[in-house]
């Protein structure tokens, strides 16, 4: 679904082009709480090399820091670091005044709206939009995530949908418009609860969503690291994946017969304590008699 670009409009992001100048690449410092934090290496190339054809096409976004005339590069990390690569000494710029959280907020609303994010990260900063846009922490956020699924589908008392959390974290995802809070609660927190070693791996693009998935399902954990591995070097096809998950996979028991649940049953109740219990005595002489009864019909 094609993306737009609400909330880069509510901020006013783009550049305005008679504001724009150069600025030296060594005067931009990074922001500490940066909210990308993996880019795809082909990709930067890719950037790089239009860049040393082209130039930057797209001013970086800055604010001015209280530091002999240095800037804090707000968005643009990817230009930035291409810029860097392909050996630019002078970098366009638009200079805006921010705030730490306008800023920070501004930096995730840049990353949501490219398209390459990977499924991870896009995840974790619309985590840290939500908590700065509503001034609480990611883990409450993502209770509050929770309830308004579970009143949704009618688990919950009433009073969660009506509160003015959930109103505004409606109103943000609207915003964002490419992914409804629905759809976000039901296919992308899942993806936090991953094995660790699998997050990792779709955080930083290594393997596709679906793969990862399938692979999450096998409980053993050294075979599914070893899976893992073999996926991403081998570029396995999720067929492929699915057919090695049947190999490794315990057969299914056979289910016991009803002689065999007799037999047990039986060798359980010699060790129980229930020959002590005086109630539980009587249930058992009423089960025994009807087991002679059915005895006796034969």
Known sequence: MARRNSLKDDWKFDADLSNVHEI??????????????????????QLKESISRHGILEPLLVRPVEKNG???????????????????????????????????????????QREDLNPVEETEGILQ???????????????????????VIGNT???????????????????LAFIAWESFVTTRLTLLNLPSEILEALRIGRIAYTKAQAIARLKDEDKRKELLEEAITQNLS??????????????????QTLKQKMQDITHRFQKAKAWDDPKKQKRLEKLLIQMETILAED
């Open 70 to 112: 240095q800037y804090e590069l707000v968005a643009g990390e990817r230009r930035y670091r291409a810029a860097k690569e392909a050996g630019l000494t002078l970098v366009p710029v638009t200079v805006r005044e921010l705030t730490d959280d306008e800023a920070v907020q501004l930096a995730l609303v840049e990353n949501l």
């Open 129 to 151: 939009l939500l908590s700065l846009k509503l001034k609480i922490d990611v883990a409450e956020v993502t209770s509050l995530l929770y309830r308004m699924r579970n009143e």
């Open 157 to 175: 008392n009433q009073n969660v949908l009506i509160s003015s959390e959930a109103l505004r974290i409606q109103a943000i995802f609207n915003d």
């Open 24 to 45: 030296s690449i060594d005067s931009i410092i990074l922001p500490s709480n940066q909210p990308r934090r993996y880019f795809d290496l082909q990709k930067l190339q």
């Open 238 to 255: 999720l067929a492929q994946i699915r057919e090695r998950l049947k190999a490794v996979r315990p057969p299914k028991e056979e289910p």
